[in-house]
């Protein structure tokens, strides 16, 4: 009898014990997971969402310059570069190259504004077929400096009468 009861003793030690490692387990499981969340708790306070601003920028450009205007979405102005500031040479102004000098100017303020997003319109003289190559340069470069473009609009004038033609009403006499 006396070997049984030490049987069963040993048998009743051997269960504690297993239910000892298992709630052991348990609560190593449930402090990994607290340390979990605790830890995501604390990258969420080190990561602050970037707030992102939305802002337009204005690309008039013509034959002989390139004017870059951010504004906000109420319509400040926040930055304003052109040609003329970026280039000595007055034959460059309109250049593609010195438009990007402009844009990169351009997006520094801008981004010191906290401005993350861009609306485009593009602006070119009355009547012409197309805005130029300065203002594709820009909007590249805007892009590869960081800026979303949400979208690009040509808000170029059309004349659709035009001015009266020379020669009177009944046109030019020979």
Partial sequence: ????????????????????????????????????????????????????RTGVLYINTTSNNTILTITDMT???IARSSG???????????SPTVAMFSAKKISEEASDAGITNL???IKARTGSTSPGSASH????????????????????KNPRGGPKSKGGRRGRRV
């Fill in 1 to 52: 009898m006396a070997e049984e009861k030490t049987q069963i003793e040993e048998i009743e030690e051997e269960q504690a014990k297993k239910k000892a490692e298992e709630e052991a387990k348990k609560e190593s499981k449930e402090e990994k997971a607290e340390e979990k969340q605790e830890s995501a708790e604390e990258g969420k306070e080190k990561k602050k969402p970037k707030k992102e």
């Fill in 75 to 77: 319509g400040n102005t």
């Fill in 84 to 94: 003329g500031q970026s280039t000595k040479q007055s034959r460059l102004k309109s």
């Fill in 119 to 121: 609306y485009v319109r």
């Fill in 137 to 156: 340069a820009v909007v590249k470069s805007l892009s590869r400096s960081g800026f979303k473009i949400l979208s690009i609009m040509d808000i170029t």
